[in-house]
Structure formats: structure tokens, C-alpha cells
């Protein structure tokens, strides 16, 4: 990248993959976005709620076996309301699966005994999340966009305007959803290092609106994408919810950007540790990830 004298003094490149460029004005220009958004690489859906699995009885001694039970009670509530959820979407002309994890179909996400009054039992209280897999019925593939749009799931896109870049050379990202939506966006270099991107702290936006275009970097940011060794594959994620995020715990760094002290798996953990919409409902999650590859200026 090439700095005019009036910014050279104010430029620092940090980092490793992708460096990160400071300068007063983040002006990045790019090519015009597509108008048809390229698809993710690879998408995650899931859809996390908030179940009340009851109380133990009073005359149970075996506190660890009640915990287990009521647990397992959660899981199946959990479980049944996710599958009634996904039948609705039969009518669109979409099937759809659960998708077992390594944890099974239900991921225990949080759990915390609440007393309604003094004396009372406590109940179990659980957050939780299902992931599920969808196909077109007509196609046996991904579901069109406008499809997606009559079943009002989330689609969000990220993408950049190519798929490899040269050393020295600026990347700008392109994100857009089909609905208003919460979401956090994150760079995982070649060594997994994970920096959040937007939210930033001169950037401090975390909701979305439908169909509206954003650029990262854009104007408020104070950084560039850069390219710089080593080199490799650079993965982008956009966590994308219709539910405020909460917070999670990241250290600010240079140009205001933030990062992540522990894996990216950890960082997904986090950052659905949502607000459920409460018991009896659910909130749809998406994450989508868009690939690079960098190479040594030829």
C-alpha cells in the first residue's frame, strides 16, 4: 500500500496474515459489490432458546441424580420445541434436519438454578441451542434467496470482491442480510488468532438493517486490511442473530480493533450466549464464513 507523505507519520502495520494499517481516515475504494452476493464458504444455522426444566421433588435425596434428570427433561423440551419450530418450514417448500454435534442434537449453552421465593425449590433454568440443515425440496440444494426470504430466515452474506490476494494489497469486505439483524464480524488468521473487526471501538455498530450494503473498513474505522506475511488461508465470520449479543471478553488493540485471548471455538461459544426471547420461543443464529488466500507479492 502506498501512504501520502501527510499520512506517513501516522501509519503503523501490526499484526501477521492480514496487517492492520492505521491512518485518520479509512477511505477504502474497492470495486462495486455484486449485486447477486457470492454464497458463504460454509454456514452454520442453529436456533437457541431459553426452557424452564422444572424442579426436582422435595423427597429426592440423590441431588446429583435429580440435577441429571432435570437436565435431561430440559434437553427434550429443547429438543421438541426445535423440531415444531423447523416443521413450519415444509410449507415453503424447505426440509430440514437437526444436525448432531458432538454434544448431540441439543448443546447445553448455559444452566443456572433460579428461586421464585423464599423457601421454594429452585427450578433449572437452561439456554440452549439446536443446529439444523436445510435443502431445497424442488433442488436437494442450498434454498434460493427470494426462498429463504418467504420462510423469513436469516441469509447473511460476507464476501470480498476476490478470493486471493497479494502481498501489499487492501481488502475491503462486503456484508449484507436479508433482515435486520445483530452481528459480530471477526478475522481468524493463519495462526488463529482472532480479532474482532466490527464491532471496533471507533465502529461501534452491532446492528444491521435488511438489505443495506456495509464495507469493512469504512469510514469511522481506523485501520486497513492489509496484506502481509505469512502468508495462507484468512477466514471471515459474520455471527449473525436477531437478538442483541452479549458482550464478550476481548482486549483492545491498536486502531481499536479487538482481540480474543482464546480459540476461535471458544469465541463462537461466546458470543452465542444470547438473550433468549424466553421461554416458549426461539432465536434463529447464523454463522457464515467467507476464505482467502494470501500469496507473496509475485
Known amino acids: 500500500m502506498i501512504v501520502s507523505p501527510f499520512f506517513s507519520r501516522y501509519v503503523v502495520a501490526f499484526l501477521i496474515g492480514i496487517g492492520f494499517v492505521l491512518s485518520s481516515a479509512a477511505a477504502v475504494v474497492s470495486a462495486a459489490a455484486p449485486l447477486i452476493p457470492p454464497l458463504p464458504d460454509t454456514e452454520t ?3 437457541i432458546m431459553g426452557v424452564n426444566a422444572g424442579t426436582a421433588p422435595a423427597a429426592r435425596a440423590d441431588e446429583k441424580k435429580a440435577h441429571a434428570d432435570l437436565l435431561n427433561r430440559g434437553r427434550k423440551a429443547v429438543l421438541e420445541k426445535a423440531r415444531n419450530r423447523l416443521l413450519g418450514l415444509d410449507k415453503f417448500g424447505i426440509e430440514s434436519d437437526l444436525g448432531r454435534t458432538p454434544a448431540g442434537f441439543v448443546k447445553v ?5 433460579i428461586r421464585t421465593g423464599k423457601g421454594d425449590r429452585p427450578h433449572l433454568w437452561l439456554e440452549a441451542e439446536t443446529e439444523f440443515v436445510i435443502k431445497d425440496r424442488r433442488t436437494g440444494g442450498r434454498p434460493e434467496a427470494a426462498l ?6 436469516l ?9 486471493e490476494y497479494e502481498e501489499g494489497e487492501a481488502i475491503t469486505l462486503h456484508l449484507r442480510g436479508n433482515r435486520n439483524f445483530y452481528g459480530k464480524v471477526v478475522q481468524i488468521d493463519v ?3 482472532v480479532l474482532q473487526i466490527l464491532p471496533n471501538n471507533y465502529r461501534q455498530i452491532a446492528f444491521f438493517e435488511k438489505d443495506k450494503l456495509y464495507r469493512i473498513p469504512d ?7 492489509v496484506v502481509q506475511p505469512p502468508f495462507g488461508a484468512i477466514r471471515f465470520i459474520v455471527y449473525a442473530t436477531r437478538l442483541p449479543m452479549s458482550q464478550v471478553n476481548l482486549q483492545a488493540t491498536t486502531g481499536g480493533i479487538f482481540k480474543y485471548r482464546s480459540s476461535p471455538k471458544a469465541f463462537g461459544r461466546s458470543v452465542r450466549h444470547i438473550i433468549p426471547a424466553g421461554e416458549e ?5 447464523s454463522e457464515a464464513t467467507w476464505m482467502i488466500k494470501t ?3 509475485k
Do not use: C, H, M, N
Open 45 to 47: 444455522r442453529s436456533l
Open 109 to 113: 449453552l448455559r444452566q443456572e438454578e
Open 148 to 153: 429463504l426470504d418467504r420462510a423469513d430466515l
Open 155 to 163: 441469509d447473511v452474506r460476507i464476501w470480498t470482491d476476490r478470493k
Open 191 to 193: 495462526k488463529g488468532t
Open 219 to 225: 469510514e469511522g474505522d481506523r485501520y486497513q486490511l
Open 281 to 285: 420461543q426461539s432465536s434463529e443464529f
Open 295 to 297: 500469496v507473496p507479492r
